[in-house]
């Protein structure tokens, strides 16, 4: 299974990753409708925030939305997905989004559009 992986000492918080992911999941480019974000940490470091898909989610979905695909990423079936936003909340590396334009929870789907725009090398696909 091929993830997006990171090694946040290289990022320089260009913030193109973000632009990609969110063009790659809903055509549009908007930090906020991204399933990868950079921030700044309390010692002037940047942290990359991104699904590891661990699949911890996976049990506590209640109508069974969440799922692995075929490729091991973890995916949100949207037609069973009742938007009770619970994986949002329990998500223990905070990957999984909402914003308040789009109904239901979005993820990390492993695509790679972000690590084709990484300069640094920061982002990028890894074997697991």
Request: aromatic share 6%.
């Amino acid at each position: 299974m091929k993830i997006v992986a990171t090694k946040p000492e290289l990022c320089i918080a260009c913030k193109l990753c973000e632009e990609a992911c969110s063009q790659a999941l809903f055509g549009v480019t908007d930090s906020e409708k991204s399933a990868i974000r950079i921030s700044e940490n309390e010692n002037g470091e940047y942290d990359i925030n991104v699904c590891d898909q661990c699949g911890e989610c996976l049990d506590i979905c209640q109508v069974q939305a969440l799922m692995r695909d075929e490729n091991g990423i973890i995916v949100i079936d949207k037609d069973k997905c009742v938007h009770c936003y619970a994986c949002v909340g329990f998500c223990p590396v905070l990957a999984m989004r909402y914003h308040q334009d789009i109904m239901g929870p979005f993820k990390c789907i492993s695509c790679g559009a972000c690590t084709e725009v990484c300069a640094t090398g920061a982002i990028f696909m890894q074997e697991i």
